[in-house]
Nanobody, 111 residues
Framework: VHFVESGGGLVQPGGSLRLSCAAY????????LSWYRQAPGKERELVAS????????NYANCVKRRFTISRDDSRKTAYLQMNSLKPGDTAVYYC?????WGQGTQVTVST
C-alpha cells in the first residue's frame, strides 16, 4: 500500500493549487480520507477530511471557504482544491487514510 501526493509548488498569495493523492494497493473506497499539513517548527495539523463515498466533509477553521476536499473512488484518488492561498498555508501537505500516509508534497505561498 502506498499513497502518492502531487500538485504542490510555489504560488503567489491569492493563487490556487490543486493537490492530488493517488492510492495504490488499497481498498480506497472503504475508508475516510484526510489531508494534513506540517509547517516548519510546527506540529502536523488536520486540514480537511472526507468520509467514505464523500457523504460528509470537515475543514479546519483556517481553511473553510477556501479549500475543498473531494474524492474519485473510481480513480482511487483524492483532491484538495486550495484557493485564496496565504503565506500561512505554506507547509508540506500529506494525505492519510486508515493507518497509511503519503510522502507529502510541498506548498509554498510567497511573493
Amino acid at each position: 500500500v502506498h499513497f502518492v501526493e502531487s500538485g504542490g509548488g510555489l504560488v503567489q498569495p491569492g493563487g490556487s493549487l490543486r493537490l492530488s493523492c493517488a492510492a495504490y494497493g488499497f481498498a480506497f473506497s472503504w475508508y475516510d480520507l484526510s489531508w494534513y499539513r506540517q509547517a516548519p517548527g510546527k506540529e502536523r495539523e488536520l486540514v480537511a477530511s472526507i468520509s467514505s463515498a464523500g457523504r460528509s466533509t470537515n475543514y479546519a477553521n483556517c481553511v473553510k471557504r477556501r479549500f475543498t476536499i473531494s474524492r474519485d473512488d473510481s480513480r482511487k484518488t483524492a483532491y484538495l482544491q486550495m484557493n485564496s492561498l496565504k503565506p500561512g498555508d505554506t507547509a508540506v501537505y500529506y494525505c492519510n487514510s486508515d493507518r497509511y500516509w503519503g510522502q507529502g508534497t510541498q506548498v509554498t505561498v510567497s511573493t
